[in-house]
């Protein structure tokens, strides 16, 4: 009923702001018409405002999942040049292992103060959800949301990211998101893309730019329902094996997807919300979507590189810190 109220009242609002347009355009400039374009620039505005809060009021995503474990002073002591949101599961305590002894490690860089922190819902199976406790009792890098965590929940696991630096970060200056089987060479993201010693970029938004079209394939793992998306092509996004932004945009995004039909693909529905915000993603070549060979000169020049294992995460680590000192 309300919802029904304020849609009559736009109603009145446009029909009243263009009758008054018509007006003003059918006399050319007078001071009368001049008084009269007062309203008229004010209209779009509170047009505009009505409508928006009449969205809120029908929020289709309210996602309003309690936190079953939070790190909500993370960022307190000091804000954060970048912080790092790893999409996990509850099993891959290897992969959290591996990461955090590698390029996660939040102690490497002395001049520039890095946050990682492992997302994941809540998972059917309660001995997974103790193990989970205890292991952020230990490492104090676990933040978990009350939905279930599974492969069609990923959307929410993003969104829980963008919200948690909205509510609990807000003045960091960069965030990362990835998964737990990335390798990410920090050095090259820090320094050479986004470099702490600039001004700091604000709606800003970059990784491995697909522009593609959602597969109607029922068997693929890619699979989009018609009915869900029914447009031909995707907005430009982000693989979501890494992507990095401006800490803004992470409240733009999460305000957004509220009023945002959910898509299961979450780096297609980052896109989705990044066309509604008009903000356009940057393509860089030092994202990687597939897996690279390992070379110790070849990823000293990418930013990630998907599909490795904890093993393999920990022998290239070793590797790049061991020979610094070499030139390719
Ligand atoms: C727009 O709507 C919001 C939320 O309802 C309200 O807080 C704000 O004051 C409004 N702004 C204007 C300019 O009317
Ligand atoms: C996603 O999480 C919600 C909230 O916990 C749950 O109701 C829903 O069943 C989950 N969806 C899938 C596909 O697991």
């Not at 959800?129 to 959307?155: G, P």
């Not at 990211?161 to 920090?186: E, H």
């Not at 470099?195 to 597969?215: D, L, S």
Request: glycine share 4%.
């Amino acid at each position: 009923m309300p919802s029904k109220v304020s849609c009559l009242y736009v109603l009145t609002v446009v029909c009243w702001a263009s009758a008054l347009w018509y007006l003003s355009v059918s006399r050319p400039s007078t001071s009368y018409v001049g008084q009269l374009t007062i309203p008229i620039r004010k209209t779009p505005k509170l047009q505009k405002n009505t409508t928006f809060s009449n969205i809120r009021t029908r929020s289709l995503n309210p996602h309003d999942f309690g936190y079953l474990i939070n790190e909500a002073k993370k960022c307190e002591a000091e804000a954060p040049f970048l912080v790092i949101l790893i999409s996990t599961t509850h099993k891959e305590f290897d992969a959290r292992q591996a990461i955090r002894e590698t390029w996660g490690d939040e102690s490497t860089f002395a001049d520039v103060r890095v946050v990682t922190l492992f997302l994941l819902g809540r998972n059917t199976d309660a001995v997974l959800n103790q193990m989970v406790e205890q292991e952020s009792q230990i490492f104090h890098d676990i933040v978990v949301e009350d939905f279930i965590d599974s492969y069609h929940n990923l959307t929410l696991k993003t969104l829980m990211g963008m919200r948690w630096v909205a509510t609990f970060c807000p003045k960091a200056q960069y965030i990362l998101k990835t998964d737990s089987d990335i390798f990410v060479n920090m050095e090259n993201l820090i320094y050479n893309l986004l470099k702490p010693t600039t001004k700091p970029r604000r709606r800003y938004f970059t990784g491995y730019v697909i522009n593609g079209g959602p597969i109607r394939d029922m068997r693929s793992k890619w699979y989009m329902p018609r009915d869900l998306y029914p447009e031909s092509k995707y907005p430009p996004f982000c693989s979501g094996t890494g992507y990095v932004f401006s800490a803004d945009v992470a409240e733009l995004i999460y305000k957004t997807s509220l009023h945002t039909r959910l898509l299961h693909l979450e780096d297609v529905y980052v896109g989705v919300c990044l066309r509604k915000l008009g903000i356009h993603p940057f393509q860089n070549s030092g994202f990687n979507h597939w897996k690279m060979a390992y070379s110790l000169c070849r990823y000293r020049r990418v930013v990630t590189v998907h599909q490795i294992s904890p093993e393999e995460m920990h022998r290239i680590w070793n590797d790049m810190t061991s020979k610094k000192h070499l030139k390719c």
